[in-house]
């Protein structure tokens, strides 16, 4: 039998930052990503020479009344991701992204997840206001289709829905239109499985956003923004304790504040080249990346007007637009962005940029301006309704500090000075109820809330930041900071789970349940 959870003793480089931050946060370079650099083993190709992929739109099994049924099927698949190299992934539909389901608000989605991988899955949706029972509790295991020669999954929750082979999961998709993402949420393995492969889009629309005159068609852009690196026979490289992912979790301590890549990856291929037509175009940013931080730039700038004009968050529309000259984007965030390449002279070569990033990583993708084209876009100044929640409405104020330290004998990431544990419940919300959690990190933490989009109300006791604006359901914390975040809990009962959005961090205990009564 395997233990619980193996804990990390943080030494090494991760060591050396966590004790730089341990000893105040003022030290620690806030323009950053909490990680270690893993260096690929080939030669990287050029950028900007492979053109940029859509993810496939997946077409439902059946459609009848109110609902539309999907089938995704997990399982290994090779893909050329680095020119003339094959690298062995986990796929949804065996590609990486997986396909992307479009969805109307109010229409359920059942989406029939089998699993024909070697290991336990769990998906989950996220951003998806979704009933417990199919909102991917970290235990509520799919075991493998084809059996599973490792025979017991190491864990003890009693209240753990195990499946196998497959498993319907049910969305009701009552909510804002939104670019929502699915993803593994297996306990302690979420970082190998979602670096492998396991992570795609679900794009939710609704009359609302139809109604404006926004980009759309080939103008509007998903990017899943994603860093890896490369082994030498060029499968993805994964610093895991244990190359068969099976049993021991964790990465070694080297990358145990998180794994960084040398390759930027969007949509799947590296560092792309898209062109478009010089007018107004919508780009869909999410970071997908375990543990990188992005600040994205346009080079060269426009030469008039600014860079991005944000229209949308996590949780869809924002109430009005609001312009930014760079957009910062730690794991899980969604910005909904408009570029008016229109800007532009045509033959124009627009790279994205990574201010945080060096060398390799600087780079994200180039837009090559093609030509002219009608514009038939416009962004209105007014987007949505967004309620804004107030201070006063909260019920209960709760604190949870997010740190590395000791429990027992071994170092872990915790909440609340606690690894995950499924017999916990951290907070018992009451449905209805406003309530403000309050947040501590000692280094970089994106905090992500299943079930409830909340709002910031303050950064280090401060007004929030522009990008934090509208509904969040991931917020980017800076080491050393707090920041109170605003919620109403609705509709569902049962357990789910908040945690830092790192995968590694969360993989090594960054976890802890809530349930809503
Ligand atoms: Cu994107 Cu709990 O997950
Ligand atoms: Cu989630
Ligand atoms: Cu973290």
Redesign the pocket.
Known sequence: MMGRRRFLGLTGGAGLVLAASLAGPQLLPRRTSAGAVLRSAVPLPAPFQLPLVIPPVLAPATRDGDADRYEITAREATAEILPGLRTPIWGYEGVFPGPTIESRRGRTAIVRHRNELPVPTVA?L??GHTPPESD?Y?TDLVLPARGWAHGHHGMHDPQAVITTGARDYTYPLDQRAALL?Y?D?RMDF?GPAVYRGLAGLHVVRDDEEDALPLPRGDREIPLLITDRAFAADGSFDYPSLDPTLTTTPGVTDTYAAGVLGDVVLVNGVPWPVHEVSATRHRLRVLNASNARRYELALDPPPPDGPAFVQIGSDGGLLRSPIAHESITTA??ERHDVIVDFGRYPVGTEVTLVNRLGTGPTAQVMRFRVARRAPEDSAIPARLSEVEPLRREQAVVTRDFSFRSGHHGDRRGWLIGGRPFDTGYVAARPRLGDVEIWRFVADLHHPI?L?LANFQVLSRGNREPRPLDAGWK??VDLEPGEAVEVITRFENYRGRF???C?NAEH?DMGM?ATFETV
């Open positions: 989950h996220h951003g991917g970290p993402w993803h949420h979420t794991s899980a992500h299943h359901d991931t789970v908040f945690h959005h969360e976890m």
